[in-house]
């Protein structure tokens, strides 16, 4: 029995919306997490043709992952939060996509979208009628590497987020996983990175990892969060605003209480030891602005560490057309969107990550505005004022979770920080002490940091943070790895 769109043939055929020259659909939306997902069922409804198109194999993205069919998960819903606002949705994409109003394309990573010249009277009522211009989504589809480009009236990005790292000495040891990686391995693969996990970094999403790990028969001696929660204080009257919220925190305190995790509030893994993989981590005190305090480092024994240091927007498809950016107050750059969602080119929407860490909830809310937008009917209120309660709640636990400054002081002048380059902490210090290296660029042109397989993806923010500056957005002609033979088959004009 299929349990996703996915699983269905029928219309969402790629070959029929493979052209640039085919018929252009309504609306096309990259990404099929909660966002696009809204998006996308919320757009057919109003009477809008949508080609959704996305890079995984089943609707959901990264935070409705869920085991595929074969792994024989009975309630897949148990790992989830919030499991009947995306089963609804895929139940409707499922109805859509069986009509013909919605074409699915998974496993699709769209690389570059392009701007063309359109008919204005071909656009659809409303919104569209805005748009000087249509679209062509280029995207690299399936184990082949096949060639697919989606022309379309309209695009809503709905790309998501990236886990941000901050290195340490030993987190390159087999058993460091990212926490959201830990989460994957549990909800995808039903299976956990190790016995004993230690949770570590700063924000929400550490609560619920520990929560399921410790569900799923692992040991959790403690979360380690850089942050204080008594940083909230401030925003009392938006936590009062959200008391859903409050009772979701609630639900991991006592989840944590259940399973006797410790909680140690401003502190940070600053090591983790290990010959094959790890075996233990030091932990430290944190001041206000994260440096480890001397004298309070302790070991703890472990197999595993899921570390992870809040998230950061997908952007570079949105840079890539010239979309403008703010800073957002986790500080990661993020899109500047206006009350429609609608990003700075015209034409271009964008909902959930991309316009600010948020969570999967306004992502559903922020999804449907834009459709309604795009369509070109009025935004129930209610919707607006959803989006609104939920984004300063987020607003408030981005700035409590923000990294301090003083981070970079636990690392050692040997501890890699790219990856992919194994470029050290100590030789990015002496291209800004002694080459001159003003700005992360010019670190990065000095010692290959980010140039490895990642682009910097992973060891972005570290390296910025060692040149004295904030992370820029991502900006990059591809979004993803795309064969040089689709490149040479691209028409001039797209090339």
């Not at 899109?335 to 271009?348: C, E, F, W």
């Not at 992919?420 to 902490?425: F, G, K, L, Q």
């Not at 700005?439 to 060891?459: E, P």
């Amino acid at each position: 029995m299929p349990t996703s769109p996915s699983d269905l043939p029928g219309p969402g055929a790629p070959a029929a919306a493979g052209r640039p020259d085919a018929a252009p659909a309504d609306l096309a939306v990259v990404g099929a997490g909660p966002a696009g997902l809204a998006a996308a069922v919320t757009a057919a409804r109003l009477g809008l043709r949508v080609t959704l198109l996305d890079a995984g194999e089943r609707p959901g993205g990264q935070f409705y992952r869920h085991p595929a069919p074969q792994l024989g998960a009975e309630r897949p819903e148990a790992l989830h939060h919030g499991w009947a606002a995306f089963a609804a949705r895929e139940r409707a994409l499922r109805a859509h996509t069986a009509s013909g109003r919605v074409t699915y394309l998974p496993g699709h990573h769209v690389w570059t979208v392009v701007r063309r010249d359109a008919p204005q009277d071909t656009a659809p009522a409303g919104a569209a009628r805005r748009a000087p211009a249509a679209w062509v989504l280029h995207a690299v589809a399936g184990p082949e590497e096949r060639a697919v480009a989606v022309p379309a009236r309209a695009v809503l990005l709905a790309t998501g987020s990236y886990e941000r790292q901050l290195p340490f000495p030993g987190w390159t040891l087999p058993g460091v996983v990212g926490a959201g990686g830990a989460q994957a391995m549990l909800k995808a693969g039903l299976v956990l990175p190790g016995r004993r996990v230690v949770v570590a970094g700063s924000g929400p999403l550490l609560l619920a990892v520990a929560g399921s790990l410790a569900s799923a028969g692992a040991r959790v001696p403690a979360v380690v969060e850089a942050a204080a929660y008594t940083g909230y204080a401030p925003a009392l009257p938006a936590l009062l605003r959200n008391p859903a919220k409050l009772a979701e925190g609630a639900v991991y305190g006592g989840a944590l209480l259940r399973h006797g995790v410790r909680l140690l509030t401003r502190h940070a893994v600053t090591e983790a030891h290990g010959t094959d993989r790890v075996e233990a981590v030091t932990v430290a005190r944190l001041d206000a602005d994260w440096r480890p305090l001397p004298g309070t480092a302790r070991r703890i024994p472990c197999d595993a560490v899921a570390v992870g240091h809040g998230l950061v927007p997908q952007l570079e498809l949105a840079t890539g057309l010239g979309c403008a950016t703010r800073r957002a107050a986790d500080g990661t750059a993020a899109l500047d969107l206006d009350a429609l969602q609608r990003t700075s080119v015209p034409g271009i929407w964008s909902a959930g990550e991309t316009g600010g860490i948020a969570g999967a909830e306004p992502a559903l809310v922020e999804g449907e505005i834009a459709a309604h937008a795009v369509a070109g009917r009025p935004v129930p209120a209610a919707l607006v004022r959803r989006r609104a309660r939920l984004r300063a709640f987020a607003d408030a636990m981005g700035r409590v979770h923000r990294p301090g400054e003083g981070w970079t002081g636990w690392l050692r002048d040997d501890t890699d920080v790219c990856r992919c380059e194994e470029v050290p902490a100590g030789r990015i210090r002496e291209a800004v002490s002694d080459l001159g290296a003003r700005d992360a660029r010019t670190a990065k042109l000095l010692t290959r940091a980010g140039m490895g397989w990642c682009q910097g993806r992973m060891c972005g923010p570290a390296v910025a943070a060692l040149a004295g500056e904030e992370q820029a957005p991502d900006r990059r002609p591809l979004s993803c790895p795309v064969p040089l033979r689709l490149l040479a088959g691209l028409p001039p004009a797209d090339g």
